[in-house]
């Protein structure tokens, strides 16, 4: 069973999305509020893959996949980041500093699950 | 991976309870919006009111799709790239965004 860790501050993303995961594709999953306890949880727990939203306070996304990307136990987890930001500039930056995959909000919540398994080559 | 109709029930039968739930917060997001409004027309807008309400409309664009209203996030769209802008908001641009602020209140009030 896959294991796929969610960071994001607003509690209705964070469970709308793992609502998808687990209904959906039966995956799973773990979830954070803030940037410094999902790299915790990540350290702890070594899911599949992260979905990591942008915009948080304290820690925002990009800043967090910077830390995991330093930290030899957390390097080689794929993050998706997930953003409310449309322009194609941000988009482009987000997916020019090495993520997995740039996710847009809003989402589907029936084909979430696929997008991401899309992204990260994995086996329907 | 393709969701069964009975996966599909589920889902939608959760979301709707997380939609329940999440209500209370999302009419006070709106209703940030609307102070915000007023403010424009006020011409009152204070820089922390402003950022505030690009936030909480950021974060209604970002959601209010996932739960079926794209009219809703479309809505919440126009707010952020408003407030999100370095323009000096004129009191006129009220009228501009009442009728999105009118399409959120609605749907808040399902």
Redesign the interface.
Known sequence: MRKILIVDD????R??AA??LE???GWEVLTATSGSEGIRRALENKPDAILLDV?MPEMDGPTTFQHLQQDPHTRSIPVLLL??K?QGADQRRFADMGVAAVLS??????TL??QI?AALGWE? | ???TPA??A??QA??AQ?WQ??LP??RDRVNTLGRALAAIQADQLTPELRANAALEA??L???????GY?EG?DAA?MFEIVFDSDAILQPGLGETLAPALTTLQTIVTT
């Open positions: 607003e509690d209705d993303i469970a709308v609502l998808c209904t959906i594709a915009m953003t409310a449309v909000k809003p989402f589907d919540p029936l699950s696929s398994s329907r | 991976m393709q969701q996966q599909a589920q889902l959760a979301m997380v739930k999440s917060l999302l950021h974060r664009a970002g959601l209010l799709g996932t739960f794209p996030t769209r």
